[in-house]
């Protein structure tokens, strides 16, 4: 199993970006994805997750800004990212759990300037 990540980069408040994330080795479409963030001296946290079946839940700070969406024909998930704010930043991975056992992307890091 692989996991891609890629999107990142500097943005200004109030900007977006769109992350990526490619899968590899699994079939895409049977598993829930999610998008992680750990920002710098904290934990990483979940910023948003979508079902096989599409539906989706996100964070309360991410709620109305943050967009989670999957592409099974490309085996690959998004997060798009609007109204980024100086919190936003951190280092953002993307997550599968295939029976218990987590996979991770190699992370991809957005830094919003204020």
């Known amino acids: 199993v692989q996991l891609q990540a890629s999107g990142g980069g500097l943005v200004r408040a109030g900007g977006s970006l769109r992350l990526s994330c490619a899968a590899s080795g699994i079939t895409f479409s049977s598993y829930t994805m999610n998008w992680y963030r750990q920002a710098p001296g904290k934990q990483r946290e979940i910023v948003a997750s979508?079902?096989?079946?599409?539906?989706?839940t996100y964070a309360d700070s991410v709620k109305g800004r943050f967009t989670i969406s999957r592409d099974n024909a490309k085996n690959t998930g998004y997060l798009q990212m609007n109204s980024l704010k100086p919190e936003d930043t951190a280092v953002y991975y993307c997550?599968?759990?295939?029976?218990?056992?987590?996979?991770w992307g190699q992370g991809t890091l957005v830094t919003v300037s204020s």
């Open positions: 997550n599968i759990v295939i029976i218990g056992d987590g996979y």
């Open positions: 979508v079902s096989t079946l599409t539906r989706t």
